[in-house]
């Protein structure tokens, strides 16, 4: 088996917070759109006429996603059920809260995109290593994952007759210790190994 010519038509994405929950959140995600931080440069000129390269600190990376349909509850189990919606996390709120009023809680977040041509593990309500953070087998992989990461944003959309959220996740390049927060992870034809479980620290 040897890589695709391109990845299309099917994506997996789980979304872990810092207690240890994780969603599989595929299931109700209609678009994925990364932008990574840009990692600029200033040209700086001297007095005699020479140029030096300013480096400018690596900026945060975005994760947007488009959900459908759109609710409160993140899921009702610790790992793996379906998500209903999106907007509790962003109110602070409890990942199996149906109702509550907007609090100062901000949680971090850890969210998994991978494509694969494998058999992705299926979430049995125990395992917080299924779904796009599980072991693919044998297999072509490209997976991006994002560590500790604050929810932004959370829209909810009704403009085409139909409710839809667009959700922004933020993740610094960096933890105060200098330690990376984003990890890329490519197989062809072997195995990607599982995220393991998230705890609010980096990979």
């Known amino acids: 088996m040897t890589m695709p010519e391109q990845w299309t038509e099917v994506a997996y994405v789980a979304i872990s917070d810092e207690s240890g929950n994780q969603y599989q959140y595929g299931t109700i995600t209609d678009t994925i759109d990364i932008a ?53 996390w962003f109110m602070g709120l409890a990942p199996t809260a149906t109702d509550g009023i907007v609090q100062f809680t901000r949680k971090k977040f850890r969210v998994a995109v991978l494509w694969t041509t494998g058999t992705v593990p299926t979430p049995d309500g125990t395992d917080d290593n299924a779904g796009a953070a599980g072991k693919i087998e044998s297999a072509s992989s490209l997976r991006f994952s994002f560590w500790n990461c604050y929810l932004t944003t959370s829209t909810a959309d009704f403009t085409d007759d139909i409710l839809k959220a667009a959700c922004i996740f933020k993740c610094p390049p960096y933890d105060r210790a200098g330690s990376g927060l984003i990890k890329a992870e490519e197989k062809d034809a072997s195995d990607l190994d599982a995220l393991g479980s998230y705890d609010g620290t980096h990979p």
């Not at 007095?47 to 900026?59: H, L, M, Q, Y």
């Not at 994760?63 to 999106?86: N, Q, W």
């Open 36 to 88: 990574w931080g840009a990692r600029d440069i200033e040209s700086i000129a001297t007095i005699s006429a020479g140029r030096v390269t300013k480096f400018i600190p690596e900026e945060v990376t975005e994760i947007k996603l488009e959900l459908f349909p759109v609710g409160i509850k993140s899921g009702t189990a610790a790992y793996g059920v379906a998500p209903d919606g999106i907007h509790g």
